[in-house]
């Protein structure tokens, strides 16, 4: 059973490897984009309601380019940790199932 989910991760992990590191990090960065977006609409939304008369404010076109350049930052970086994180653990597995 083990072995199984270690075959499953260790699949799906040459799949993202194969694409390469540039990529993966560009598809984190494509997140935090997407995230910051809807952070900012939603936190504006909720902070004055839906009214799209009053949406583009100094406040809010501020709050969201703090949104897209932090969070692509922050998941950039997060990626960063991950992908290394991920490589020493399959390379790893790869060396003791060997």
Do not use: Q
Not at 36 to 56: C, H, K, P, T, W
Not at 69 to 85: A, H, S
Request: glycine share 6%; net charge positive; aromatic share 14%.
């Amino acid at each position: 059973m083990n072995n199984d989910i270690f075959e499953n991760r260790a699949e799906a992990w040459r799949e993202i490897s194969k694409k390469g590191k540039a990529h993966y990090l560009v598809s984190r960065a494509k997140t935090g984009i997407v995230i910051g977006f809807a952070i900012s609409f939603l936190r504006e939304f909720m902070r004055n309601g839906v009214d799209l008369a009053n949406i583009f404010t100094f406040d809010f076109l501020l709050s969201l380019l703090n949104s897209v350049v932090i969070f692509p930052v922050v998941f950039v970086l997060l990626g960063l940790y991950l992908w290394g994180r991920n490589e020493k653990l399959y390379n790893r597995e790869e060396d003791s199932s060997t």
